[in-house]
T-cell receptor, first 113, second 117 residues
């Protein structure tokens, strides 16, 4: 099955700085890569996603890049704010195996005011 | 009503008990999932039902038994659990590619916090 690795496991940045979280995947059949944010005690929620036919996608302060050849994708958050503090999960989706989603181990982001 | 609803939100059970977790989705999706979330571990995919058919997952102990009576409801039956099974159990739903509407997004419930004594 798919193996998704995520780094770093913890990340602390000063407010206003940028944060970058990186993930790699193993199965070339994966074609959809969402990122989820989970605040303490709450459900994971989708913040941005990218499909395999696109190299980069941006939504305000959040961007995701995908390198299919190297099988890695990254989340970039610019101008970080304290409310960005949460655990972020990357995932890879294989559509032809029951639409399964495989998650990374998570990155705990702390934005220091 | 929220998109994906889970009950109960909290459950404490002994190792000899039998209990069930319930999940209901109101999004018209055709795939439902159970994930286990433990501290400092990735979200572990336990079971997938896609178009009401179960996708086998051999790594899940038989003390966990899923049931999907229709595309809107999903259960996780629990029996003779171990303390290490204590975790947050998250239900999720999505739309299988090729079926409308298809955003690909996985919608999670709030989770059921299970404690096994």
């Amino acid at each position: 099955g798919e193996n998704v690795e995520q780094h770093p496991s913890t990340l602390s940045v000063q407010e206003g700085d940028s944060a970058v979280i990186k993930c790699t995947y193993s199965d070339s059949a994966s074609n959809y890569f969402p990122w989820y944010k989970q605040e303490l005690g709450k459900r994971p929620q989708l913040i941005i996603d990218i499909r395999s036919n696109v190299g980069e996608k941006k939504d305000q302060r959040i961007a995701v890049t995908l390198n299919k050849t190297a099988k890695h994708f990254s989340l970039h958050i610019t101008e970080t704010q304290p409310e960005d503090s949460a655990v972020y999960f990357c995932a890879a989706n294989i559509p032809n195996t029951g639409n399964q989603f495989y998650f990374g181990t998570g990155t705990s982001l702390t934005v220091i005011p | 009503e929220t998109g994906v609803t889970q009950t109960p939100r909290h459950l404490v059970m002994g190792m000899t008990n039998k209990k069930s977790l319930k999940c209901e989705q109101h999004l018209g999706h055709n795939a439902m999932y159970w994930y286990k979330q433990s501290a400092k571990k990735p979200l572990e995919l336990m079971f997938v039902y896609s178009l009401e058919e179960r996708v086998e997952n051999n790594s899940v102990p038989s003390r966990f038994s899923p049931e999907c009576p229709n595309s809107s409801h999903l259960f996780l039956h629990l029996h003779t659990l171990q303390p290490e099974d204590s975790a947050l159990y998250l239900c999720a739903s999505s739309q299988v590619p090729g079926h409308t509407p298809n955003t690909g997004e996985l919608f999670f419930g709030e989770g059921s916090r299970l404690t096994v004594l």
